[in-house]
């Protein structure tokens, strides 16, 4: 009977069971906001995804964004570092992607490349708006730096802010106003996707807890 492979992936300490729990928490919820948003793409029906008259449904490419984002926090609950770098850098290549798409216009035809939008939405020209193109990219460092065991009071400070902001901006991206170009197109999250940068932003603001309560007293 032959061995297992050996698991390649160097494993470090995932952390305390708070600092666990809120990765696994907001990884799951994060991973069904992106199952539903693709499979709703998918079903030709993107007005389910729509939680607010006012604000367009979430884009795929936005669902795709959360997706990595979450399984990334699942790597860092599970103590797999270089896994979670590997997602963010995945997802800070998606955001800049997105950005650029952003920046010219509907000429590389980002918000249809899967899906074709339907007749009579209004979507910004990579199908996310820019805000949450630049989200992307922040969660990528903020998954990065929570991959490290170095400088864990300073990276915690970091994390915490990190993770304040997003509960912020979700809420807030929730009940302002719809911003749009001169072009009539988003320039702030969907209520969905200002729910899930929210979420994600919870479990950030369990990082003093990731070594422990030797952390916090420090």
Same mark, same amino acid.
């Given at each position: ?12 300490? %995932? ?5 666990? @729990? @809120? ?6 919820? $994060? ?7 693709? *499979?709703?793409?998918?079903? #030709? ?11 367009? &449904?979430?884009?795929?490419?936005? %669902? ?12 860092? @609950? ?12 995945? *997802? ?8 650029? #798409? ?5 000429? $590389? ?8 939008? &339907? ?5 910004? &020209?990579?199908?996310?708006? &820019? ?20 400088? *864990? +009071?300073?990276?915690?400070? $970091? ?7 997003? =509960? ?7 009940? +302002?106003?719809?911003?749009?170009? =001169? ?8 209520? *969905? #996707? ?20 030797? $952390? =916090?007293?420090?």
């Amino acid at each position: 009977m032959s061995k297992p492979a050996p698991n390649t992936d160097p494993v470090a300490p %995932a952390g305390s069971r708070v600092w666990r @729990a @809120a990765l696994r928490a907001s990884g799951y919820v $994060l991973l069904t906001v992106a199952a539903a948003g693709v *499979l709703a793409w998918a079903a #030709g029906a993107p007005e389910f995804l729509q939680l607010s008259a006012a604000l367009p &449904p979430l884009h795929y490419n936005g %669902a795709i964004g959360f997706g990595l984002w979450g399984l990334a926090y699942l790597a860092l @609950a599970r103590g797999a570092p270089r896994r979670a770098r590997a997602l963010a850098g995945a *997802l800070a290549a998606l955001g800049v992607a997105l950005g650029v #798409g952003n920046l010219f216009g509907p000429g $590389l035809r980002l918000d249809r490349w899967a899906f074709a939008p &339907p007749p009579g939405s209004a979507f910004a &020209p990579a199908g996310v708006p &820019p805000a949450l193109a630049a989200l992307f990219v922040v969660a990528a460092g903020a998954v990065a730096l929570a991959s490290s065991r170095r400088a *864990l +009071t300073a990276s915690a400070v $970091l994390l915490t802010f990190a993770g304040a902001v997003f =509960v912020l901006v979700g809420p807030v991206g929730f009940v +302002t106003p719809s911003a749009t170009d =001169v072009l009539g197109r988003p320039l702030k999250p969907t209520a *969905l #996707g200002a729910f899930a940068v929210a979420v994600a932003g919870l479990a950030l603001l369990a990082s003093p807890f990731r070594n422990g309560t030797r $952390l =916090v007293a420090q």
